[in-house]
């Protein structure tokens, strides 16, 4: 399992907004330099991540971003979904998706959403805050 370029720029984008104690607005240029990623994916990323709920963007002098709730309050689930869409290992659990050879016989298909809720469990367990607090490298 991997996840997208994109919601690793967003996992990374919103550990930045979080550094800014949530209360603080910031451009999408000033995020785009402190995670040294390029303004228009920064910007691509923020309008995502402002749809699902996670930002919030206020307009005009000292507009900018800021997190729409507190960062303990947000998940890298929440993260990932925003840009990946609910979090499912395999598109036979999708309605409407059924590419699968072996979906009449199949005899896992039943579990998994048992094992995609463990792994946005998992996710869900990593608050914003966490990220927010590891050192980055120099």
């Known amino acids: 399992m991997r996840l997208s370029s994109m919601a690793d720029y967003a996992i990374i984008t919103m550990s930045a907004a979080a550094r800014h ?24 990323v923020v309008s995502r ?34 840009i990946e869409g609910p979090i499912a290992l395999t598109s036979c659990v999708e309605p409407a998706k059924h590419d699968c050879l072996l979906e009449n016989q199949c005899s896992v298909k039943p579990h998994w959403p048992m094992i995609n809720e463990a792994v946005r ?6 608050p914003l805050t966490r990220l927010a607090q590891m050192k980055v490298p120099a």
């Open 21 to 44: 104690c949530g209360g603080v607005r910031v451009s999408a240029a000033e995020l785009a330099q402190e995670t040294g990623l390029p303004v228009p994916t920064v910007q691509k």
């Open 49 to 82: 991540l402002t749809s699902a709920g996670l930002l919030r963007s206020h307009r005009g002098i000292g507009g900018g971003l800021q997190l729409a709730r507190p960062a303990a309050a947000i998940t890298v689930a929440d993260i990932v979904e925003a």
């Open 121 to 126: 469990g998992a996710l869900a367990d990593v």
